[in-house]
């Protein structure tokens, strides 16, 4: 079994910091591309940040410039640094891991619960 858990939500003013976290934990063999997510309401769930196992990043537009995605592979770990943080960053944000297990032949996406994030003006 496989276990993705988001932390560090919070709530900040507009302008403030918030660093998430994600952790992967679980019957593991390897853990390839790790990813957040992020849903408003009333919105589609939309990609935030990638990275690879070899270190390679994406990022969306709206949040380059602000948002670092790093990763900790000894820890299956990734973190999410938001610096200048806007109103309408307000969202659920999900990890996901695309992780190998002992008893699959490929990856499966797995996805963690979210962690809110609420950005006041």
């Known amino acids: 079994q496989v276990h993705v858990v988001e932390s560090g939500g919070g709530s900040v003013q507009a302008g403030g910091s918030l660093t998430l976290s994600c952790i992967v934990s679980?019957?593991?063999?390897?853990?390839?591309?790790m990813g957040w997510y992020r849903q408003a309401p009333g919105m589609q769930r939309e990609e935030v940040a990638g990275i690879t196992s070899g270190g390679s990043t994406n990022y969306a537009d709206s949040v380059k410039g602000r948002f670092t995605i790093s990763r900790d592979n000894a820890k299956n770990t990734i973190y999410l640094q938001m610096n200048n943080l806007r109103p309408e960053d307000t969202a659920v944000y999900y990890c996901n891991a695309d992780v190998l297990t002992p008893d699959m032949l490929y990856e499966y996406l797995h996805w963690g619960q979210g962690t809110q994030v609420t950005v006041s003006s």
């Open positions: 679980g019957s593991i063999t390897r853990v390839a591309s």
